[in-house]
């Protein structure tokens, strides 16, 4: 049952009953309108209720529904609407906690509206590239007026019941009512039952004093803003259209941008990316009713770059944290970090002072083991190196308490290894927070041979806490994120090589839509960090080939922002990269030692190259069980690596290019003289979903 009927006096009442937010599916709709008709045709019925059970009045559309033919089956929201709006009793909205798109689409149809405050009311759909399709574009200006419906529009974003109310003349809500929701809307029926004729918004006017000065600079506005994403103009021109047009030809072209905007990539990305984030935080082998571990306490180790912004998530949190160093001066320097970073929140007012005070009384530091005992969960972020993880760990199994996970933020150290370090292997679990680890949202949770379910399961739920991200990976070289960006930077080399600059590669892979290219961002991390990973792998890997420019740069000290040279010049305290004649040269002189002669590379070739490059070792990552879905490998690539977010992240980018285009592309670099012909041997699973005309998701 996904809706109720029940007679209050001679009020009906229709109480959704979808959880959790009473999304509305198929079910559910039929339940109204068959409510709807069930009041009509009563006599003893004066006025009907509709409201939500348990934590909504509804969310929207059901998105188990998305997709598939029942989300269009009859009665669809706008015959829904429709039944309610032609209903000769009065429907009123009893509306609390949640009225998102349909939700509140619904509500509008209804004759009179009463919500408790604290309501989060909103239409969202731009933010899976759409504009709402049953209305909520034509009704709700006429509600609470052009522009303040329009701002809820374009940006998605939820405003407060009790704001909306204090709109001068607005219709959306009648009353807002503290208290018995219920009573209350019962209460109010009652009162307006016998009123006629029944108020419908669709018949008031949206109007605006200067509609085309007012509508040409909203355009402005969205488009400098939103210029990959079409939705928000769309936005605009249908608010336009109900200040312009009659209510029903709104609708019409309401609708028609909805089914045009459905077909477009950026929304396919948008809701791809929703649906992503959402299977991401499940484990297929791991039971959602897992037990987990209480997290009342963390320590840190190592107050360098990493562990700082590590803390922050906790100290935000509201988690207790505790920070061990090997020295006073190393602790001191990060404990300076972490408050300075707080003091310029406080100045841009973006945190309170006692806010601020408060997260640093949670924090405290010590240079003791002894102190870090009773810690639930303790985050390694010492130096990568084997020897000095090996140290800390085996401490670690020494003097923690039973039952505390030992995580490790290693980027490139096989957990496994470390694991074995300890006598509680099931303990112990990657967490690779990227940098600036207090910003990123990205958290890779690396499970280790040995991890053990409830391990994984508290460090899903606790990912959720501090906010981020968690997609699992298991145990490789670089994991999903890092594995994949080697295969890229390699042929970013590559390309240097045969003829192309830095600044030509970063401004083709950022008009793409990347926030930056490989070279701008090699500056930003520093260049060292990859000449370090280089060194060992061309141990470990004699026969894997690299291009030798960034050892060349690396060999001039050029190791980027840091030392104020990389790829780029820079001015002193400036970020701004300047095209180096000195990078430029050097790559001449090592192009000219290898014999090549320079071609000229199109923007495509260097886009696709890097772009498939991440898609064919996301393949392998995937074959290997490495990440559980494709999906998984976007979700890093989107909050991890600044992947555009209106491709949906690289494996879904490939299957709107579609797989057999791929494979077709990486054999013509096959033929490359200078490119590497194994690079681009296709994964046997792209290979395979190629040939079988098959994608990705
Ligand atoms: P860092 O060099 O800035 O900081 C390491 C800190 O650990 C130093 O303050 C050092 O004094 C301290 N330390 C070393 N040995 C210790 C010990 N035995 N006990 C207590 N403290 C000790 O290094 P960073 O960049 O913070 O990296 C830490 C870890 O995080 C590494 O495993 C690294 O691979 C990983 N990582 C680094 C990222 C980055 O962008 N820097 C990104 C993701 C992971």
Known sequence: MSASYELHGSVAVITLNNPPVNGLGYETRKGITDGIAKADSDAKVKAVVITGAGKAFSGGAD?????????????????????????????????????????????????????????????????????????????????????????????????????????????????????????????????????????????????????????????????????????????????????????????????????????????????????????????????????????????????????????????????????????????????????????????????????????????????????????DLVIEAVFEDIGVKEQVFKTLDEVMKPGAILASNTSTLDVDKIASFTKRPQDVVGMHFFSPANVMKLLEVIRGEKTSKDVLATVMQLAKKIKKTAVVSGVCDGFIGNRMIEQYSRQSGFLLEEGATPEQVDRAVEKFGFAMGPFRMGDLAGNDIGWYIRKRRYLEKPNMRYSKTADLLCEMGRFGQKTGAGWYDYKPGKRDAIPSTVVNEMIEKHRAELGIKPRKISDEEIVSRLVFALVNEGAKILEEGIASRASDIDMVYLTGYGFPLYRGGPMCYADTVGLFNVVQTMKRFQKNPHDDASFWEPAPLLAKLAEEGKSFS
């Open 63 to 375: 998105i188990r529904e998305f997709g598939s033919p029942k989300a269009l089956q009859e009665p669809n929201l706008l015959s829904v609407i429709k039944a309610v709006e032609s209903s000769s009793k009065p429907v009123v909205a009893a509306i609390h906690s949640v009225c998102m798109g349909g939700g509140l689409e619904l509500a509008l149809g209804c004759h009179y509206r009463v919500a408790a405050p604290g309501t989060q009311v909103a239409l969202p759909e731009v933010k899976l590239g759409l504009v709402p399709g049953a209305g909520g574009t034509q009704r709700l200006p006429r509600a609470i007026g052009v522009e303040n419906a329009l701002n809820m529009i374009v940006s998605g974003d939820p405003v407060k019941s009790e704001v909306l109310a204090g709109i001068p003349g607005q219709k959306l809500f009648d009353r807002i009512v503290d208290g018995d929701l219920l009573q209350s809307a019962i209460a109010f029926a009652n009162e307006v039952a016998d009123a006629r004729p029944l108020p419908l918004v669709r018949e008031l006017k949206a109007t605006h004093a200067n509609p085309d000065g007012y509508f040409q600079f909203a355009r402005n506005t969205v488009s400098a803003v939103a210029k990959n994403f079409p939705a928000p103009g769309k936005c605009v021109d249908c608010v336009e259209a109900a200040v312009s047009r009659k209510f029903e030809d709104g609708m019409t072209f309401e609708r028609e941008q909805f089914a045009a905007l459905m077909l477009t990539p950026e929304s396919k990305a948008l809701r791809h990316a929703f649906f992503a984030e959402r299977a991401a935080s499940k484990i297929p082998d791991v039971p959602e009713d897992t037990p987990v571990r209480a997290i009342n306490k963390v320590a840190v180790i190592g107050a360098g770059t990493m562990g700082g912004g590590i803390a922050m998530n906790f100290l935000n949190a509201g988690v207790p944290v505790v920070i061990i160093e090997m020295k006073q001066d190393a602790l001191d320097r990060g404990i300076g970090v972490i408050r300075k970073n707080y003091e310029g929140q406080v100045k841009k007012g973006k945190l309170k002072q006692d806010k601020f005070e408060q997260r640093m009384s949670l924090l405290s530091t010590t240079l003791s083991y002894q102190d870090i005992r009773d810690a």
